[in-house]
């Protein structure tokens, strides 16, 4: 049982190595249907060498038992309770999808007032925002709005839509007109489309419907893939006006 889920695992990270470098499409036949071949020739040839070799073997038992990174990263952190391990473990969390645990850490890093906080603020923002305590988010984001960072940031967008939850509408929209950035921020765009329209502004919404439409026209191939549920929206609330 093991050894298949060691095979599984080991496709799974080539096949998502293959996607991340843009390798040619072959290896994904290759891969897919060698199942244990195809992976061990994609391995050797465009992955291994002595030096990743470590880093490899933890990201696939983190695959197979992801608790076991978790557990490690408590053990480092009892041993020696410095920033960076809190932080580590605090992330290990997140990958893990145990948001209230990894606010627990994140919270219990900015205790340490030598070090910056905006890493932590950062992630507070997202992880409350997953949890939809807008209130939360609301907090965190305020301590880090004028950082430079945090313009036109996941964060910003994030504490924009917090905010409309909240009910301050003006504020959010402060925030949400921030992120609109020509040929970027598609997803964020979207929303701020969609808040125009909530809030009976039909012209402003179909304006930047409009403009995320004709964007996605010269958009490459990749980016039409990654970004096609929000075209196929766009494309929708447009008919619908």
Request: charged residues 30%; neutral net charge; proline residues 3%.
């Given at each position: 049982?093991?050894?298949?889920?060691?095979?599984?695992?080991?496709?799974?990270?080539?096949?998502?190595?293959?996607?991340?470098?843009?390798?040619?499409?072959?290896?994904?036949?290759?891969?897919?249907?060698?199942?244990?071949?195809?992976?061990?020739?994609?391995?050797?040839?465009?992955?291994?060498?002595?030096?990743?070799?470590?880093?490899?073997?933890?990201?696939?038992?983190?695959?197979?038992?992801?608790?076991?990174?978790?557990?490690?990263?408590?053990?480092?952190?009892?041993?020696s309770e410095t920033y960076s391990n809190g932080i580590a473990l605090?992330?290990?969390?997140?990958?893990?999808?145990?948001?209230?645990?990894?606010?627990?850490?994140?919270?219990?890093?900015?205790?340490?007032?030598?070090?910056?906080?905006l890493y932590a603020r950062q992630r507070l923002v997202l992880c409350?925002?997953?949890?939809?305590?807008?209130?939360?988010?609301?907090?965190?984001?305020?301590?880090?709005?004028?950082?430079?960072?945090?313009?036109?940031?996941?964060?910003?967008?994030?504490?924009?839509?917090?905010?409309?939850?909240?009910?301050?509408?003006?504020?959010?929209?402060?925030?949400?007109?921030?992120?609109?950035?020509?040929?970027?921020?598609?997803?964020?765009?979207?929303?701020?489309?969609?808040?125009?329209?909530?809030?009976?502004?039909?012209?402003?919404?179909?304006?930047?419907?409009?403009?995320?439409?004709?964007?996605?026209?010269?958009?490459?191939?990749?980016?039409?893939?990654?970004?096609?549920?929000?075209?196929?929206?766009?494309?929708?609330?447009?008919?619908?006006?």
């Open positions: 049982m093991f050894r298949y889920y060691l095979i599984i695992a080991i496709q799974g990270y080539c096949l998502y190595h293959i996607y991340k470098n843009r390798k040619p499409y072959y290896w994904y036949f290759l891969v897919f249907f060698i199942p244990v071949i195809g992976p061990i020739i994609y391995f050797i040839t465009n992955i291994y060498n002595r030096r990743d070799a470590e880093k490899i073997q933890n990201e696939i038992t983190s695959i197979i038992n992801p608790t076991k990174k978790i557990r490690d990263l408590e053990k480092r952190l009892e041993f605090a992330d290990a969390y997140v990958e893990n999808g145990d948001m209230s645990n990894a606010i627990v850490n994140y919270k219990h890093t900015l205790k340490d007032t030598d070090q910056n906080d409350y925002f997953q949890l939809e305590d807008f209130e939360g988010v609301v907090e965190h984001a305020e301590k880090i709005k004028n950082k430079s960072e945090f313009v036109g940031s996941k964060q910003q967008f994030c504490y924009g839509l917090a905010l409309k939850q909240l009910g301050k509408v003006d504020k959010a929209e402060e925030q949400l007109k921030q992120i609109d950035r020509p040929y970027s921020n598609y997803n964020e765009r979207l929303e701020l489309a969609k808040f125009y329209l909530e809030h009976n502004r039909t012209s402003e919404g179909k304006e930047l419907l409009e403009e995320i439409a004709t964007e996605s026209q010269h958009m490459t191939k990749p980016n039409r893939r990654i970004y096609r549920s929000t075209i196929i929206e766009v494309e929708r609330l447009l008919k619908s006006l």
